[in-house]
């Protein structure tokens, strides 16, 4: 399995791309911004114009797209990959859709030669760009093995989460709704901290050498006290698509969540407020209520 194929080259497949060609491997890909695909192909990439392009030339292609949609289209469309792929192919979805949108597509591909391994990643766009991403993934075992020199040069962990198309995409929306609390939080400490007087440094250095310390905290405050806001690779719409994915699941299931509903509150004003902004903007929402700003 040396030919692979990436669909979506923005923060996230752009990283998987640039490691699959480091590590070796053939890859083709597929974006519909022009831009993507000229930097693309400036790493040494191939460039295709169609799915199908991008299925007739891989053994596996990581489908990195925004939803359930989208990925549909890619896969299961007239122009799709199961039409596409030669015997044996495997798909790889690390979009984050939701649960029941991966189970419709495993169900579709149930009756073709082509395996799904359900695989959303954590470690945004660092974890990309670096090759250290965390998979979840659910697939079959002799898929999963097959599939492991490739999964291998984007990601540091693998973890096999279950065997069913879905699961990699439950065991995400947990992830995702902690994650999201975590980011408010810590967008909420630093405008207390900042009414309060306090320094971005001071609260910075206390914070990540704390017991709270952690990635998120770490590089959320990073950015608000540096003023970075946007065109940092962690675009606001992608954590509030996850939270909305995570509390569809909750009410399914009839479980409260409590504090990702407020974190997905505040994600929703930031969106609203600032939607080309990253992450950390929920923050100059907080700050513009209480007339604060946290600096370094």
């Not at 169900?107 to 073709?112: C, E, H, L, P, Q």
């Not at 799904?116 to 250290?132: C, E, H, R």
Request: some cysteine; proline content about 3%; aromatic content about 4%.
């Amino acid at each position: 399995m040396t030919r692979v194929g990436v669909i979506g080259l923005g923060d996230m497949g752009s990283g998987l791309a640039k490691n699959l060609i480091a590590n070796g491997f053939s890859v083709t890909g597929l974006d519909l911004s022009r831009e993507r695909l000229a930097a693309f192909a400036d790493m040494g990439g191939t460039v295709a114009h169609s799915a199908a392009e991008v299925g007739a030339a891989s053994d596996a292609v990581f489908v990195m797209v925004m939803n359930g949609d989208q990925a549909k289209q890619i896969i299961l469309g007239p122009q799709g990959l199961t039409g596409s792929m030669a015997e044996g192919g495997i798909v790889l979805l690390t979009a984050t859709i939701k649960p029941a949108e991966a189970r419709e597509i495993g169900d579709a591909m149930a009756g073709t030669s082509i395996a799904l391994i359900d695989s959303p990643v954590s470690g945004g766009f660092p974890g990309a760009q670096g090759g250290t991403l965390t998979m979840m993934a659910a697939g079959a075992p002799d898929v999963m093995t097959k599939a492991r020199p490739v999964m291998e040069a984007v990601s540091a962990t693998i973890h096999h989460v279950g065997e069913d198309a879905g699961m990699g995409q439950t065991v995400k929306a947990c992830l995702q709704s902690l994650i999201g609390s975590i980011f408010s939080a810590t967008f909420e400490a630093s405008v207390l901290a900042a009414k309060a007087g306090v320094s971005g440094e001071v609260l910075q250095s206390v914070f990540s050498t704390s017991s709270a310390g952690c990635g998120i905290v770490n590089t959320s405050l990073e950015n608000i006290i540096d003023r970075k806001f946007k065109g940092t690779g962690s675009h606001i719409a992608t954590m509030h698509k996850d939270l909305t994915i995570s509390l569809g699941l909750a009410e399914q299931l009839g479980v409260p969540m409590h504090t990702a509903a407020t974190a997905m509150q505040l994600f929703h004003a930031g969106k609203t407020k600032y939607p080309e902004g990253d992450n950390w903007v929920v923050t100059r929402v907080i700050e513009e209520i209480v007339g604060a700003e946290l600096h370094r």
